[in-house]
């Protein structure tokens, strides 16, 4: 297979400077947990390392998104790659023309019209004015911005800026399209008309880098995905993968401790097992139930309780939700006492993908205990009595239906 990109042990280094403290400041203290070089007057400088060691291929016609926090080194690696930056050490190898967005009006010259830019970024690009002239109508009508196109783009706003740099990087046919998080300055319909074009150019061959914090957007447009953690490529997998891994890693590092005490009822502990045996993964075979054990402390008589979880997407979307009181009314009084509940998520119920369990319980009509501060996220493998064929299945959905099919030959 064709490589669009080759990285090999790519790592930056830069230097952060440090004051000494002086009367009284605080300055320099975080430096106390590095290894510094001290300068004559008590300044001293720290290392920091944004990459460490990235080595990955990128194959020509791939859509490949690449996630983390802030801070991770998302963006200094597109900057490398776009040779905006150089890396400390390491290679790169660009097999194609490449066209990069890293920024709203990026390549722009403020004082030259939306006209003279185009122009611009074509001979930057290495186009005759010939060829830019032949994609010039396509790009005015896709960036939208016909009425404006003798202004000069520091009159533009954002959009329309974000629309015509997009436009420019896309129609001037770039073998690589590279794409830092500039797509959310764009409306809805503007996101979605990109998305399309971006699978276009894919379909032809070209190849996407695309980051986003949307990770419906990176859902939507990409079918691999590097994930990075403070510097350094923890994976590259399939998309639906290192979305639910980068989720599932920020959940367990904001979310909430057990116990969690409230004025009326605390929260002992959320189990979630299968089997009788708790993963410490939480990751589970789709043919099976999954356990969800709850167990609080009531401190005191309540009326209309509820207690139970919802089963959302590891973007909030919720799928269904199962409360002790929707079954069992007599159970919405409750004295004082500590309790488990159990309940199970059904086999064969999911589709294969990443969920969250998220607790709730609360006092109908008078306050909620839990709210959304109590998730757990977990993982559901692919039954297999399924067709293995089926290699992305949470494209299609979440929930498995079974109509009972029946097939009978009516006619020969």
């Given at each position: 297979?064709t ?13 952060i ?14 430096g ?6 001290r300068?004559e007057n ?17 194959a020509?016609?791939?859509?490949l998104a ?15 790659l ?16 490449l ?12 004082d ?11 001979a ?7 060829e830019?002239r032949?994609k010039?109508d ?11 196109l003798?202004?000069?783009v ?7 800026y ?14 690589i ?18 998305y ?21 957007a990176?859902?939507d447009?990409c ?19 290192a979305?639910?891994?980068?989720m ?17 009822i605390d929260?002992?502990?959320?189990h ?18 999954v356990?969800?054990?709850l ?11 509820r207690?139970g979880f ?7 979307e ?10 069992a009314?007599d159970?919405?009084t ?6 488990s ?5 059904p ?5 294969a993908?990443?969920y969250v369990?998220e ?11 839990f709210?959304?501060?109590v ?22 959905g979440?929930i ?11 006619s020969?």
């Amino acid at each position: 297979m064709t490589k669009s990109i080759i990285v090999e042990g790519i790592s930056k280094k830069f230097r952060i400077h440090h004051e000494k403290e002086r009367k009284g400041e605080n300055r320099g203290l975080l430096g106390n947990l590095f290894g510094r070089s001290r300068s004559e007057n008590g300044d001293s400088d720290e290392d920091f390392w944004a990459l460490r060691d990235i080595s990955f291929d990128v194959a020509q016609g791939e859509r490949l998104a690449i996630v983390g926090r802030n801070g991770a080194g998302k963006s200094t690696l597109l900057k490398i790659l776009s040779r905006v930056m150089s890396p400390t050490e390491g290679q790169i190898r660009i097999c194609g023309r490449l066209s990069s967005l890293l920024e709203v009006g990026t390549g722009f010259h403020p004082d030259l019209t939306g006209r003279e830019n185009v122009y611009l970024n074509g001979a930057l690009l290495g186009m005759s004015r010939a060829e830019v002239r032949q994609k010039f109508d396509a790009i005015v009508d896709f960036a939208e911005i016909e009425r404006f196109l003798d202004t000069p783009v520091k009159r533009y706003s954002s959009g329309m800026y974000v629309r015509l740099a997009f436009a420019v990087s896309a129609f001037l046919e770039p073998d690589i399209i590279v794409l830092d998080e500039v797509l959310s300055v764009g409306d809805a319909r503007f996101q979605q008309k990109s998305y399309a074009k971006m699978r276009e150019l894919a379909s032809q061959g070209r190849t996407v880098l695309f980051v986003s914090h949307s990770m419906n957007a990176v859902k939507d447009l990409c079918e691999s995905a590097i994930l990075i953690e403070n510097g350094r490529i923890k994976e590259k997998t399939r998309v639906d993968d290192a979305i639910g891994d980068y989720m599932r890693h920020a959940m367990h590092v904001h979310g909430a401790n057990m116990p969690l005490e409230t004025e009326h009822i605390d929260l002992l502990a959320v189990h979630v097992t299968q089997s009788g045996v708790k993963n410490p993964n939480y990751n589970f075979e789709g043919d099976k139930p999954v356990d969800i054990e709850l167990i609080y402390s009531v401190k005191e008589t309540l009326q209309n309780f509820r207690i139970g979880f919802y089963i959302k997407t590891v973007f909030g979307e919720m799928l269904t939700r199962a409360l002790l009181a929707d079954r069992a009314p007599d159970k919405e009084t409750v004295g004082p006492g500590t309790y488990s509940v159990k309940a199970s998520i059904p086999s064969d119920f999911l589709v294969a993908g990443d969920y969250v369990v998220e607790v709730h319980g609360s006092q109908f009509g008078v306050c909620d205990f839990f709210g959304s501060n109590v998730l757990q996220p977990f993982r559901i493998a692919r039954p297999p009595l399924f067709n293995a064929q089926h290699d992305r299945e949470q494209t299609h959905g979440h929930i498995y239906l079974d109509p009972h099919w029946n097939q009978k030959r009516i006619s020969d």
